[in-house]
Nanobody
Framework: VQLQASGGGLVQSGGSLRLSCVAS????????IGWFRQAPGKEREEVSC????????YYLNSVKGRFTISRDNAKNTVFLQMNNLKPEDTAVYYCATSVACFDESDVNEFWGQGTLVTVSS
């Protein structure tokens, strides 16, 4: 099971990026997928998640209204559209499988490598 995250880069404050999480060797729509980020010196936090059963979406409060998670099953890909980016969004972003979005019981078994998002002020 492999996940590959991509789409990070350097963008000015207020700009946009779209991250992609592509699955190989398995069908992505069998899983919920979460996006996480970790900034230097800070703990990892979950930013967004899309469930596998009903495609419900979940967001960290600080990104609500700016980030949108979606999946394209034909492409076996989950996207994270990030708009109106802020310097505090700067972090390495990771995608991971999820069994219970934004729940304490969640298990994130498989992880992609990180993709760096840098937002300049």
């Amino acid at each position: 099971v492999q996940l590959q995250a991509s789409g990070g880069g350097l963008v000015q404050s207020g700009g946009s990026l779209r991250l992609s999480c592509v699955a190989s060797d398995f069908t992505l729509d069998y899983y919920g997928i979460g996006w996480f980020r970790q900034a230097p010196g800070k703990e990892r936090e979950e930013v967004s998640c899309i469930s596998n059963s009903d495609d419900n979406t979940y967001y960290l409060n600080s990104v609500k209204g700016r980030f949108t998670i979606s999946r394209d099953n034909a492409k076996n890909t989950v996207f994270l559209q990030m708009n109106n980016l802020k310097p505090e969004d700067t972090a390495v972003y990771y995608c991971a499988t999820s069994v219970a979005c934004f729940d304490e019981s969640d298990v994130n078994e498989f992880w992609g490598q990180g993709t760096l998002v840098t937002v300049s002020s």
